[in-house]
């Protein structure tokens, strides 16, 4: 048996929609899809609740949250229109002019002609609406460290993370940057485990596919040779978004391995920015050729691959895994 490769399809957002008041245990790999929305409001019940979002006047002030947001847009990002205001909180337009015209009858907010369109007003904060800013800021900065403080060090790791998880599979990737590494102690086992999930979940494979990978895995860490061999991993604010292994075949040829790409990732072009710098490895470290085995389920690694000058030189029938599909050998000459 040989590893599979993998570049999943796009999937469906999920709409957010409330969170719980109390501690509670959440799985939130249930299969059910209503168990899955029901754990979201849970989420969100528990969360608007925990940073006290649903108080008449957040931080103690006089500001609702929105109200707020809006000054922190304003603080931050001076010179906006109400209208790119509007489009980056995703605010009714009626709404927002209502809280616009608040702060400007209470001095917190002057309005200037556009230099770049002349039917649009920059919105900018005066000193008083600094002033009133720079407590809620302040505030705020407090609370969440109190949260933290709460937490061991660790723990206080893990939700920083969690949190940018949720930012990375919720947000628009196309607006923020991303990046590859060297593995660090842990992320084989997260590439282990993220094949085994998202094959299962996307193709049905069965547990022999995890293991194959586990093997594989193994394999790198236990007999890596750092000048002939090399793993990625993608990440964007310190969440992995994906992730590809070079590994020896023989001393003239090399063996693309395990590349894969999280869902909510997909379209970035990550699955083909590793893909060359497998490429431009095996060239620079001295190898004839690179290979690889796919199936044919995976369409658009496969036009990754073929993009990428390989080759189908091989293919043959097999339910190693569970489903029958097709085995491919692909092949690029460096």
């Not at 040989?2 to 008041?21: C, K």
């Not at 993370?161 to 086992?189: F, Y």
């Amino acid at each position: 048996m040989r590893a599979e490769h993998v570049f999943l399809t796009r999937p469906r957002l999920i709409d957010l929609v409330n969170y719980p008041r109390h501690g509670m245990a959440m799985t939130l790999i249930a299969a059910d899809p209503a168990d899955r929305i029901a754990a979201i409001r849970r989420f969100n019940r528990f969360y608007t609740h925990r940073i006290g979002a649903l108080r008449e006047g957040l931080s103690q002030s006089r500001f609702s949250l929105t109200e707020a947001r809006v000054l922190y847009e304003l603080a931050h990002r001076p010179d906006q229109s109400a209208t790119e205001i509007g489009a980056t909180l995703d605010l009714d337009a009626g709404y927002l002019s209502r809280i616009l015209q608040r702060f400007e009858r209470d001095g917190l907010l002057c309005r200037a002609q556009s230099d770049t369109d002349r039917r649009q007003n920059s919105l900018t904060l005066t000193e008083a609406g600094r002033v009133a800013f720079a407590p809620l800021d302040q505030v705020a900065n407090a609370e969440v460290a109190a949260l933290l403080a709460a937490l061991p060090a660790s723990a206080q790791a893990d939700l920083v993370a969690s949190m940018g998880r949720i930012e990375s599979l919720l947000g628009d990737q196309a607006q923020r940057s991303w990046s590859l590494r060297q593995p660090l102690p842990g992320d084989i086992g997260w590439m282990v485990e993220r094949h085994g999930a998202l094959y299962a979940a996307e193709y049905g494979f069965d547990a022999r596919f995890e293991a194959l990978v586990a093997h594989v895995a193994a394999d790198y860490l236990n007999r890596n040779d750092p000048v002939r061999e090399r793993c990625w991993i993608a990440q964007q604010d310190g969440v992995r978004l994906g992730s590809v292994f070079v590994m020896r075949k023989s001393d003239e040829i090399a063996k693309l391995r395990l590349l894969i790409v999280e869902p909510a990732a997909r379209g970035l072009g990550i699955g083909k920015h590793l893909v060359a710098e497998c490429i431009g490895f095996a060239r620079a470290a001295g190898y004839r050729e690179i290979v690889l085995w796919t199936n044919d389920v995976l369409a658009a690694a496969r036009g990754i691959y073929r993009a990428a000058g390989f080759r189908l030189i091989a293919s043959a029938p097999h339910s190693d895994f569970g489903p029958p599909m097709v085995g491919e050998d692909w092949q690029l000459m460096l």
